[in-house]
């Protein structure tokens, strides 16, 4: 199984920072990569796919980057209704594997 | 517009049975492959399994930790996908999600979610 590595799994940061996250993969997944942000109590909901494709209707200031093994989640600037926890997902081979999150909070 | 409404779920015994359903509409059901994702209490997303589309047989994938347990199944003619779970474990219980393919890439479109819960 491919195991997905997130970093840090938590952080504390500010409304206007700018923020990154990273995923490793324990193997190369090409861009078979997808971010989700899931705030408390709610459903999932996808940012990016194809490791850097911005999903519609999502924000500009979140970004994704990489190929391979490591991949970056950026979110220029911090907003209010950022924080949440967001996982990566690798879909390269089954089984599909999650990150552990990254929770970021005030 | 894409909906995904589920059903089903509740509490069950440690061994007992379960099915969820997941009632599709705003797209054609047969085009895409279709996944369970399960969230535990204060836990990560963990994917559970998948049914390909029409086009690739409606073959199925699992997790290791639910394979011949759990079984994934569709009817396109009533626009559901559904999931059958035996033999309960409590590391079972969950929020279970039904997801969305979209155009090969994972999870574009998510049901809104239902509690299964495994106790005694």
């Known amino acids: 199984d491919i195991q997905m590595t997130q970093s840090p799994s938590a952080m504390s940061a500010s409304v206007g920072d700018r923020v990154t996250f990273t995923c490793r993969a324990s193997q190369g997944i090409s861009n078979h990569l997808a971010w989700f942000q899931q705030k408390p109590g709610k459903v999932p909901k996808r940012l990016i796919y194809a490791a850097s494709s911005l999903q519609s209707g999502v924000p500009s200031r979140f970004s994704g980057s990489g190929s391979g093994t490591e991949f970056t989640l950026t979110i220029s600037s911090l907003q209010p209704e950022d924080f949440a926890t967001y996982y990566c997902?690798?879909?390269?081979?089954?089984?599909?594997?999650f990150g552990g999150g990254t929770r970021v909070e005030i | 517009e894409v909906q995904l409404v589920q059903s089903g779920g509740g509490l069950v015994q440690p061994g007992g049975s379960l099915r969820l359903s997941c009632a599709a509409s705003?797209?054609?059901?047969?085009?895409?492959?279709m996944d369970w994702v399960r969230q535990a209490p204060g836990k990560g997303l963990e994917w559970v399994g998948r049914?390909?589309?029409?086009?690739?047989?409606?073959?199925?994938e699992y997790a290791a930790s639910v394979k011949g347990r759990f079984t994934i199944s569709r009817d396109d003619s009533k626009n559901s996908l559904y999931l059958q779970m035996n033999s309960l474990k409590t590391e079972d219980t969950a929020v279970y999600y039904c997801?969305?393919?979209?155009?090969?890439?994972?999870?574009?479109?998510w049901g809104q979610g239902t509690l299964v819960t495994v106790s005694s």
């Open positions: 997801v969305r393919v979209g155009s090969g890439w994972p999870f574009d479109y």
């Open positions: 997902l690798q879909h390269n081979s089954y089984p599909l594997t």
């Open positions: 705003g797209f054609t059901l047969s085009d895409h492959y």
């Open positions: 049914t390909r589309n029409k086009a690739n047989s409606y073959t199925t």
